[in-house]
């Protein structure tokens, strides 16, 4: 199959898995393009988080009922961030597109923006790849993610066939301890046996592309 992997990383975690991604469907002889989605914003963490802060607490108390999280995730209002040009701005041709990006409270900023500029998605079946800070929290980090790819894909006309999240056990702000504290209460584990390039992780990349290789037949 003809792939293009599209994909925005800010600090270089998400880009590593992604070549991962890259590596195992080339081994199984696809052809993969590459398009890195770069940010035209010049913000810090704290000045990206802050155009979303105002979402946190209804985020936190999401958490505690799934009806609610349901309508919550149905109205949140996207956050967008301006993209430099694209290489592949159609992406017409190909047989299947990828799109990563890491969890910023819900979908990353540009990546957001990317997948309401690229033309010729409608109809698409998706692979969605992100990484999150915390450990693989079901809710949190995992459906939160889910929903809100699958939520913007769908307005788009195209549908995600397989989705695969990994800890970076890595945070700009340095909340770390508090996530590593979290994995050990949820899992009696530590947040480095989920992150990216342990087995764990390996494993779920691998499972990642076959999925991804079978539901997009
Ligand atoms: C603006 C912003 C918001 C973030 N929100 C979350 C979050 O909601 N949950 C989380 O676990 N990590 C969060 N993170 C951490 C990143 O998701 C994590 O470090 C990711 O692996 C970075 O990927 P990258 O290196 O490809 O940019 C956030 C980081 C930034 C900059």
Not at 73 to 81: D, K, N, P, V
Not at 97 to 123: F, Q, T
Not at 170 to 188: A, D, K, T
């Amino acid at each position: 199959m003809k792939i293009l992997i599209a994909y925005f990383s800010r600090t270089g975690f998400t880009e590593k898995l992604i070549y991962k991604v890259k590596e195992i469907l080339e081994s199984k002889g696809n052809s993969i393009s590459i398009e890195k989605i770069q940010s035209m914003s010049k913000d810090t963490c704290l000045g990206e988080i802050c155009k979303d802060v105002h979402h946190y607490p209804l985020i936190f108390l999401s958490l505690f009922s799934k009806s609610w999280r349901k309508r919550y995730i149905a109205a949140y209002t996207q956050i967008e961030e301006d993209i430099g040009p694209l290489q592949y701005s159609d992406v017409s041709d190909f047989d299947m597109i990828c799109v990563g990006g890491p969890k910023w409270a819900h979908v990353s900023y540009p990546v957001a923006r990317y997948l309401r500029e690229v033309r010729g998605l409608e109809g698409k079946r998706i692979g969605a790849v992100y990484t999150f800070g915390g450990p693989p929290l079901p809710v949190f980090e995992l459906e939160t993610m889910k929903e809100s790819m699958n939520r913007i894909v769908k307005g788009r006309g195209a549908s995600i066939v397989a989705h695969l999240g990994i800890s970076s056990a890595y945070h700009e702000l340095g909340i770390i301890p508090l996530f590593r504290i979290m994995s050990r209460i949820r899992f009696c584990k530590s947040i480095d046996y989920f992150k990216s390039g342990s087995d764990f992780s390996d494993k779920l990349t691998r499972e990642f592309c076959d999925s991804l290789l079978t539901k997009g037949t």
